[in-house]
């Protein structure tokens, strides 16, 4: 199996979330404009729906390879180890920048008007 279909395959698996993760990075992207801040949420979109393509699909495609290889298990242990670090660090990150985008505030001046706290 090359590594392309070992992408592809869970990627279809993976469809909702891409699909969600796609429709969030669209709607941040058509209100860009009145909230910059959104620009962290498009990019973790985008990390997120990366990561989660690659990692299933190293996770397909891996063993194979390893078994081709002809790897101890010791050695495969520690490949998927690293891998699930490194899609963890990703994952993290996408998830960090999701935050960031939704709970940044805005730029500008603060509306006028009652606060919500306020009672008002």
């Given amino acids: 199996m090359s590594f392309l279909e070992a992408v592809l395959w869970p990627a279809l698996g993976q469809f909702p979330v891409l699909a969600a993760w796609f429709t969030g990075a669209v709607l941040a992207a058509l209100h860009v404009r009145e909230r910059p801040a959104l620009r962290w949420a498009i990019a973790a979109f985008v990390i997120l729906g990366v990561t989660r393509v690659v990692g299933s699909g190293l996770t397909v495609w ?3 390879y390893m078994a081709e290889q002809d790897l101890t298990a010791g050695m495969a242990l520690r490949m998927q180890g690293l891998v ?9 990150v996408g ?3 999701l935050l960031a985008g939704m709970f940044s505030r805005p730029a500008g001046p603060l509306p006028s008007g009652p606060s919500p706290r306020a009672g008002g």
Avoid: A, R, S
């Fill in 95 to 97: 998830w960090g920048c």
């Fill in 62 to 64: 891996l063993p194979g």
């Fill in 84 to 92: 699930g670090v490194f899609v963890t660090v990703l994952e993290t």
